[in-house]
């Protein structure tokens, strides 16, 4: 029987097998030319791309000259200029940090607030410091302290502003910061925004403080939008899971009320 050519291929390609018949001749020696072909092509792929390098390498070292100073450059501004402003905006906010630490004790809350925003003795204020030294550290937290700033101030707007620019990790300052905004909302009349910041604020960290604080903030607002069910849910978790808190020393009479409007 005449085999066809597949055939005849999936048996040349086992090892040791000779062609015997004229056909089977021919077929291998297209086989082979073929394999040369490609193998051919890729040596010719090689040789252009290898062609192309060699011609293009002014380009290809101008270009990693390029990266190198980038990286350097990067490097560079770190250590000799983002370094060196951060420490100085640091030194910078110290008196307005001291007027606003005063402020927090004191009874003239509103003039040493002021200091605290504006400056004082020929000093940054901290509004000063977000505008002077952007970018860096003390610029965040001076984003924290105008917002708290402000707040006591009853200047709600601007304290949601600079809040909202700070960003922290930290397990009070983080969450103490979204409180504040659900405070300002509070007495900006606008109890949903203000129910969100305290939701996240009693989420973004677990402790003994923060945690039942805006939890029982964000009940109280819930309970105020007709939201009973969710008032209770927190009241509950107050009592739960953290029962030494000065929320919890009268949460029974909470839940009682929420229960009541269900």
Partial sequence: MRRTKRQFMATYKKRGYKPKTQEEKVDALEQNSTTAEVFNTLDQSASKTEEWAVRNQKYIMIGVGVIAALVLGYLGYKKFVAEPKAS??????????????????????DSLFTLALNGGEGKFGMIDIVEEYSGTPAANLANYYAGMS????????????????????????????????GDAFVQLNQPDEALG?????????????????????AANVAYSLGKADKALKYYNRIKKEFPASAEASNIDVFIGRAEASL
């Fill in 197 to 217: 910041y305290y939701e996240t604020a009693a989420e973004m960290k677990t402790n003994e403080f923060t945690t039942p604080m805006y939890l029982f903030k």
């Fill in 150 to 181: 402000y707040l006591n101030l009853k200047d709600y707007k601007n304290a949601v502003k600079y809040l909202g620019d700070f960003s922290s990790d930290d397990e009070m300052l983080g969450p103490i910061a979204k409180g504040g905004i």
């Fill in 88 to 109: 100085e905006a640091m030194n910078e906010m110290y008196t307005a940090q001291q007027y606003f630490d005063q402020a927090v004790n004191s009874q003239e809350k």
